[in-house]
């Protein structure tokens, strides 16, 4: 028997002033800022888009940059919200609000055993790819199986959802970081009889002339 599919929605939070920082700095499960002036405009463009799709549940990481992006598309599509503790960013240790090009200097070892194999070697005192792999996949398996045939939202994190992008595309997860995934960027994945399958990645029309 085939079962309807389940549509999984999986969207990155709007972005911060840490995205915007010249360069840019590590943003990971410690920090919890919110939105910026272009992240709520971002998800305020993104909740107007989910107003033409028929969602049956809202999903979110407990940050708060994910929080209120995903509060955008609840009062779009009129649903409350739900948040997974499991779904945080990475924790990025030591390396919290800081650029690579501070890392690179300050922790030349650390710096270049991440860039080799990040599935293996995490940020320093913080996770490893393949620890975010092993923390969000059985998440994202369970929340499939409870809304078969359903169309379910989610709203994470760059790391989080390249992680799960790299493992329904059955990548080394390693090569997750190579993955391009925009603030309020929308993934579209559909499973039929429990397989998820990527179906559309890193959408950012819904961004345009912002």
Same mark, same amino acid.
């Given at each position: 028997?085939?079962?309807?599919?389940?549509?999984?929605?999986?969207?990155?939070?709007?972005?911060?002033?840490?995205?915007?920082?010249?360069?840019?700095?590590?943003?990971?499960?410690?920090?919890?800022? #919110?939105?910026?002036?272009? =992240?709520?405009? +971002?998800? *305020?463009? /993104?909740?107007?888009?989910? !107003?033409?799709?028929?969602?049956? $549940?809202?999903?979110?990481?407990?940050?708060?940059?994910?929080?209120?992006?995903?509060?955008?598309?609840?009062?779009?599509?009129?649903?409350?919200?739900?948040?997974?503790?499991?779904?945080?960013?990475?924790?990025?240790?030591?390396?919290?609000?800081?650029?690579?090009?501070?890392?690179?200097?300050?922790?030349?070892?650390?710096?270049?055993?991440?860039?080799?194999?990040?599935?293996?070697?995490?940020?320093? #005192?913080?996770?490893?790819? =393949?620890?975010? +792999?092993? *923390?969000? /996949?059985?998440?994202?398996? !369970?929340?499939?199986?409870?809304? $078969?045939?359903?169309?379910?939202?989610?709203?994470?994190?760059?790391?989080?959802?390249?992680?799960?992008?790299?493992?329904?595309?059955?990548?080394?997860?390693?090569?997750?970081?190579?993955?391009?995934?925009?603030?309020?960027?929308?993934?579209?994945?559909?499973?039929?009889?429990?397989?998820?399958?990527?179906?559309?990645?890193?959408?950012?029309?819904?961004?345009?002339?912002?």
């Amino acid at each position: 028997m085939i079962h309807q599919p389940t549509t999984l929605y999986l969207i990155r939070h709007g972005s911060t002033l840490s995205n915007e920082n010249k360069p840019r700095l590590l943003q990971g499960s410690g920090v919890n800022s #919110g939105l910026s002036d272009l =992240g709520k405009r +971002q998800a *305020r463009r /993104v909740g107007e888009w989910f !107003r033409h799709v028929p969602v049956d $549940v809202v999903y979110s990481s407990p940050l708060m940059r994910a929080v209120e992006t995903a509060q955008e598309i609840c009062g779009a599509v009129a649903r409350s919200l739900i948040t997974v503790p499991e779904l945080v960013e990475v924790d990025v240790g030591l390396w919290e609000r800081q650029t690579w090009d501070s890392i690179k200097v300050r922790h030349p070892e650390e710096y270049a055993r991440f860039h080799g194999d990040c599935s293996q070697y995490g940020y320093l #005192g913080g996770e490893s790819y =393949g620890d975010v +792999q092993r *923390r969000i /996949v059985p998440v994202f398996t !369970r929340l499939l199986e409870q809304h $078969v045939g359903q169309t379910i939202a989610v709203i994470a994190h760059s790391t989080v959802n390249t992680v799960y992008l790299a493992t329904l595309l059955k990548l080394e997860v390693k090569l997750a970081r190579k993955l391009p995934q925009e603030n309020c960027a929308v993934n579209v994945i559909r499973a039929i009889d429990g397989v998820p399958q990527l179906v559309t990645m890193n959408s950012i029309f819904h961004l345009e002339a912002i």
